[in-house]
C-alpha cells in the first residue's frame, strides 16, 4: 500500500532555511503521471497547497511562494526534499506530503503530517 | 489564480440528516474538483474526485455534484462519526487551491 512520511527539524529560526524530506512506499515515482507534493496547515487555518513535482521532473509551485521554494525528487531513494527559504513566523504551520495520482492533481494519500514552528 | 468559496460555515446538524456544502469556483474548472474531510488532529482524507466519483473506501452516504462552478458535497444521513471540517480543492490548473473549509458539528 502506499505511505509517505515526512521528516525534518520541529524548531527553526527565522530567516532560516526549511528542509523537509518526504519518504514514500507503495509506488514509484517514475511512473507516467505519478506525482508527489506538499501542503501546509496553519494552526486552526485552512490547507494551502505549495508544490507539486512530477514522474518526468516537471515542478509547480504556489506563486505566492514560488521565490522561496525548491522541490526536487530522487527516486533512488524514494524521496522528494522541499526547501523554504528565510522563514517567518507566519510559516508556522503543519506541512503534509501528498501523492497526486496519473488521473489527475488530486491528492490521494498523505503523510500523517510535521508540525513545523519557526521561532527565535 | 481560482478562488474556492465554501458555503456555509460552520454548519450544524442532527445525527440522521441531510446535509449539503457548497463549493464555487471563480471560473470554470469542468469537473477537476475534490472534496475532503479532516478530523480534528488528523491528515486530510480524499472522499471525492471529478467532482462526484467516489473513492475507494468512502461510505455511499457521501456524494458529490456539480460542474464548471457550482459544486455540492451531500451526506444522506449524517452519523456522529462525521464530525470534521470538509474542503474542496480546485485541480483544473495550478495553483491547486482549496476552500475556506466547512466545519460541521453534530447538534
Known amino acids: 500500500q502506499i505511505t509517505l512520511k515526512e521528516s525534518g527539524p520541529t524548531l527553526v529560526k527565522p530567516t532560516q532555511t526549511l528542509t523537509l524530506t518526504c519518504t514514500f512506499s507503495?509506488?514509484?515515482?517514475?511512473?507516467?503521471?505519478?506525482?508527489v507534493g506538499w501542503i501546509r496547515q496553519p494552526p486552526g487555518k485552512a490547507l494551502e497547497w505549495l508544490a507539486l513535482?512530477?514522474?518526468?521532473?516537471?515542478?509547480r509551485y504556489s506563486p505566492s511562494l514560488k521565490s522561496r521554494l525548491t522541490i526536487a525528487k530522487d527516486t533512488s531513494k524514494n524521496q522528494v526534499v522541499l526547501t523554504m527559504t528565510n522563514m517567518d513566523p507566519v510559516d508556522t504551520a503543519t506541512y503534509y506530503c501528498?501523492?497526486?495520482?496519473?488521473?489527475?492533481?488530486?491528492?490521494?494519500?498523505w503523510g500523517q503530517g510535521i508540525l513545523i514552528a519557526v521561532s527565535s | 489564480d481560482i478562488q474556492m468559496t465554501q458555503s456555509p460555515s460552520p454548519l450544524s446538524a442532527s445525527v440522521g440528516d441531510r446535509v449539503t456544502i457548497t463549493c464555487r469556483a471563480s471560473?470554470?474548472?469542468?469537473?477537476?474538483l475534490a472534496w475532503y474531510q479532516q478530523k480534528p488532529g488528523k491528515a486530510p482524507k480524499l472522499l471525492i474526485y471529478?467532482?462526484?466519483t467516489l473513492q475507494s473506501g468512502v461510505p455511499s452516504r457521501f456524494s458529490g455534484s456539480g460542474s464548471g462552478t457550482d459544486f455540492t458535497l451531500t451526506i444522506s444521513s449524517l452519523q456522529p462519526e462525521d464530525v470534521a471540517t470538509f474542503y474542496c480543492?480546485?485541480?483544473?490548473?495550478?495553483?491547486?487551491?482549496f476552500g475556506q473549509g466547512t466545519k460541521l458539528e453534530i447538534k
Open positions: 471529478t467532482a462526484s
Open positions: 507503495g509506488f514509484s515515482l517514475s511512473a507516467n503521471g505519478v506525482g
Open positions: 513535482i512530477f514522474w518526468d521532473d516537471n515542478k
Open positions: 501528498i501523492h497526486r495520482p496519473q488521473s489527475g492533481s488530486y491528492f490521494d494519500y
Open positions: 480543492q480546485n485541480y483544473y490548473s495550478a495553483p491547486y487551491t
Open positions: 471560473q470554470d474548472i469542468s469537473d477537476n
